[in-house]
């Protein structure tokens, strides 16, 4: 059974960082890539990040390239993004993903930029 935790979230001021993790099991975690996506009020769920099986390959989103990292730990089976110089608009749901035979996704963990 594939799960996926988030963790994190939390309200925050603009220019400040936040950490999000997420815990997978019921799976090979190693032999997939894991993405985060966010789904801001009103909006539609968009993809932000994705880090390929090995962590040898990161791809991300324009609207937060050089703010955000992605990370994972093979060993811990998790899955971070650091977000640093966060803005009112990178306030959403945050959501992990991975995409096996179907496409999972965790519940999802809130984050909040605002003075």
């Known amino acids: 059974q594939v799960q996926l935790l988030e963790s994190g979230g939390g309200l925050v001021q603009p220019g400040e960082s936040l950490r999000l993790s997420c815990a997978a099991s019921?799976?090979?975690?190693?032999?997939?890539?894991m993405s985060w996506y966010r789904q801001a009020p009103g909006k539609e769920r968009e993809w932000v990040a994705t880090?390929?099986?090995?962590?040898?390959?990161?791809n991300y989103a324009d609207s937060v390239k050089g703010r955000f990292a992605i990370s994972r730990d093979n060993v811990g089976n998790t899955v971070s993004l650091q977000m640093n110089s966060l803005k009112p608009e990178d306030t959403g749901v945050y959501y992990c993903?991975?995409?096996?035979?179907?496409?999972?996704w965790g519940q999802g963990t809130q984050v909040t930029v605002s003075a």
């Open positions: 019921g799976f090979n975690f190693c032999l997939f890539a």
């Open positions: 993903s991975v995409r096996l035979a179907n496409d999972y």
């Open positions: 880090i390929s099986n090995l962590g040898y390959s990161t």
